[in-house]
């Protein structure tokens, strides 16, 4: 009897998404040029629908001064390759929530980014125990391509909806696209139902475009 062709096929990698290859080394990937770190005046803004109806400021100092995590977690592009096995570690998202509480009606984030990216993100997904704003990956400070000084990892989503070089978080009452989810992506961006492209989405995963 013949070895079935299944047999010399290696086992599937169970966290793998579908349509998603495994990548070796590291790429960067990103649209627009890579932000030059201003340290005096960087600052991480949290604004928008705050309970204190205030906005909140960080400087570089306070910021790294805030509790950290550290979380394995998987990138998966929707170019269909995914890192696996990264420890990331930064400031859970759970903790801006904590420290700078969203008012009670408070439905969605927009995460933005140096130069105007932004992604956005359900409240459910943002405050989910693995969503960071990473700092290190793999015990070693992110580089600048890959999003120094802070980069948000969302690992249950498509890798867009981490934006790099991140500067605000602003809390929202209503859904709205971000960057790429007004140029043709998903608004939900899970990837394990594959939701790659708007076209994909149901009536309620995103705003009426
Ligand atoms: N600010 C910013 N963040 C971004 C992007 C971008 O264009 N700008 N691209 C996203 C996409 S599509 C991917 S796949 C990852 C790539 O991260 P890497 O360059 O560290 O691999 O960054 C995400 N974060
Ligand atoms: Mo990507």
Request: hydrophobic letters at 35%.
């Amino acid at each position: 009897m013949g070895r079935s062709e299944q047999e010399q096929l290696p086992p599937p990698d169970p966290r793998l998404p579908p349509g998603q290859r495994p990548q070796r080394g590291w790429p960067v990937l990103h649209y627009g040029p890579v932000p030059r770190f201003k340290p005096l005046t960087w600052d991480f803004q949290v604004f928008g629908a705050t309970a204190s109806a205030e906005k909140h400021s960080w400087d570089f100092e306070e910021f790294r001064a805030l509790p950290t995590v550290t979380v394995r977690g998987d990138l998966h592009c929707v170019t269909r390759f995914s890192m696996l096995g990264n420890e990331w570690s930064g400031v859970a998202a759970a903790t801006v929530l904590d420290r700078v509480p969203p008012a009670d009606n408070v439905t969605h984030v927009m995460v933005w980014a140096e130069y105007g990216y932004s992604s956005n993100l359900s409240l459910a997904d943002f405050a989910a125990a693995g969503t960071v704003f990473a700092t290190h990956h793999n015990d070693e400070p992110l580089t600048v391509e890959h999003g120094f000084p802070v980069r948000l990892v969302v690992p249950q989503l498509y890798a867009w909806k981490g934006p790099k070089w991140v500067r605000a978080v602003e809390y929202m009452r209503a859904d709205r696209r971000g960057f790429w989810e007004e140029r043709g992506y998903h608004n939900r961006a899970d990837p394990w139902s594959e939701q790659r492209y708007s076209y994909q989405e149901e009536p309620g995963d995103g705003p009426l475009r």
